[in-house]
Nanobody, 117 residues
């Protein structure tokens, strides 16, 4: 499974951005049962979990993004989205997506999100 994150960029505080995590090298049926999570890593910080979504579509969120970010998936497109609303400067980081299936983790390359104040 290969994952590619995209959609990052520069956004003003209070604005919105949508990140995408597209999968390749796997079938839609396999993707549909893969747990997908978004992580982020700010300079000097450790990588942290932002949100994850189960095969059934249930999302879970870090406290820091609850009520502002929404994770969703489109299994037909083999893509998971992270809708980021009301962004804050502290959301600035490189965002990565990770797929987990059968005890294996698959990381994609990150996409940089910069929030200006």
């Amino acid at each position: 499974v290969q994952l590619q994150a995209s959609g990052g960029g520069l956004v003003q505080a209070g604005g919105s951005l949508r990140l995408s995590c597209a999968a390749s090298g796997t079938s839609g049926s396999i993707f549909s049962i893969t747990y997908i999570a978004w992580y982020r890593q700010a300079p000097g910080n450790e990588r942290e979990l932002v949100a994850g979504i189960s095969s059934g579509g249930t999302g879970n969120y870090a406290d820091s993004v609850k009520g502002r970010f929404t994770i969703s998936r489109d299994n037909a497109k083999k893509t998971v989205y992270l809708q980021m609303n009301s962004v804050k400067p502290e959301d600035t980081a490189v965002y990565y997506c990770k797929g987990s299936l059968g005890g294996m983790d698959y990381w994609g390359k990150g996409t940089l999100v910069t929030v200006s104040s």
